[in-house]
C-alpha cells in the first residue's frame, strides 16, 4: 500500500453487529453495574446539537481532551489516562464485554479523568462543541469486509466532517488497522477532506510504529490476515 492517499452515506442505524459475548463473570459485572452509572456520560448531555462544552464532564480542569472510539477491551485508553493524568479522556465502546473489561481495569485505579459511552461514538461527536478537542483515536475498526457493508465504516466523509469540527486547530485525526483495503479506505478518505492533512512521518512510512505507541493487546498478538499495522496520522488544518 501507498501512504500517501466513493464512500456511501450512512446508514440510519446506530450501532450494528453484536452488542453482548459471553457471560460476564463476577468482577466485571460488579465492575459494570457500579462504575458504568458514575462514568457514563449522561443522556441529557448527548443532544446532538454541538453545544457540549467537554469541561462541563469533568471534575476538574483539564488540560487537553481527547477521544477514542471504539477502545475494545480499554488497555489504550487505561494506559493514556496513567501517562496522562491532566488530560480528560473520553470513550466510546458498544461491546458490552469490552466496557466491563475496561471498567474491571480502573476500578481500583484512579478514573476521575474519563468518561464513557456505551454506544455510538457519533452521539458523542454530534454533541460536542466546536474545535473542542485535542485529538481522536480511531484504532484497528471494524472492516465491515462485504461491500454493502462499507457504508457502516467509521471512517466516511459525513464523519470526517464532524471530526473536523470537534478537533482544534492542529489537532490529531490517530487511525490503525492490519486490514490492508481499510488502511487505503481511511487514508483515502481523510486525504480527499478539506480540514485534514497527513503528517510528515505518517506519508513518508505508515507502516513503521510511531514513537511512544502504546500497543493494544490486538495488536500485540499480530495483526490478523496481515503481515503488518498502517499506522495513519493526521492533522487538523
Not at 156 to 169: E, G, H, M, V, W
Not at 174 to 200: C, G, K, N, R
Not at 209 to 221: A, D, F, L
Amino acid at each position: 500500500m501507498h501512504c500517501r492517499r466513493s464512500l456511501g452515506k450512512q446508514n440510519t442505524k446506530r450501532v450494528y453487529g453484536r452488542r453482548t459475548g459471553r457471560p460476564l463473570n463476577k468482577e466485571r459485572q460488579v465492575a459494570l453495574d457500579e462504575l458504568l452509572p458514575v462514568l457514563q456520560i449522561p443522556s441529557d448531555k448527548l443532544t446532538e446539537k454541538a453545544n457540549l462544552p467537554p469541561q462541563e464532564l469533568f471534575n476538574d480542569p483539564t488540560s487537553a481532551v481527547w477521544l477514542e472510539i471504539g477502545f475494545g477491551s480499554g488497555e489504550h485508553l487505561t494506559a493514556l489516562m496513567h501517562d496522562h493524568p491532566d488530560y480528560g479522556f473520553i470513550g466510546a465502546e458498544p461491546f458490552v464485554n469490552g466496557m466491563a473489561a475496561f471498567l474491571k481495569d480502573i476500578k481500583d485505579k484512579p478514573h476521575d479523568n474519563v468518561r464513557v459511552l456505551m454506544d455510538d461514538a457519533m452521539m458523542i461527536a454530534n454533541s460536542l462543541s466546536d474545535e473542542c478537542l485535542d485529538g481522536i483515536y480511531v484504532l484497528n475498526p471494524d472492516p465491515w469486509h462485504k461491500a454493502r457493508h462499507h457504508k457502516r465504516r467509521i471512517i466516511s466523509p459525513k464523519n470526517l466532517d464532524q471530526f473536523a469540527r470537534i478537533l482544534r486547530t492542529g489537532g490529531q485525526l490517530i487511525m490503525s488497522t492490519d486490514v490492508e483495503y481499510l488502511a487505503e479506505w481511511m487514508l483515502e478518505a481523510a486525504t480527499a477532506h478539506p480540514s485534514f492533512t497527513q503528517t510528515p512521518e505518517s506519508a513518508k512510512d505508515c507502516h513503521t510504529t510511531p514513537p511512544g505507541w502504546i500497543k493494544t493487546r490486538y495488536e500485540q498478538k499480530g495483526a490478523k490476515g496481515s503481515s503488518r499495522m498502517s499506522y495513519l496520522i493526521f492533522k487538523r488544518l
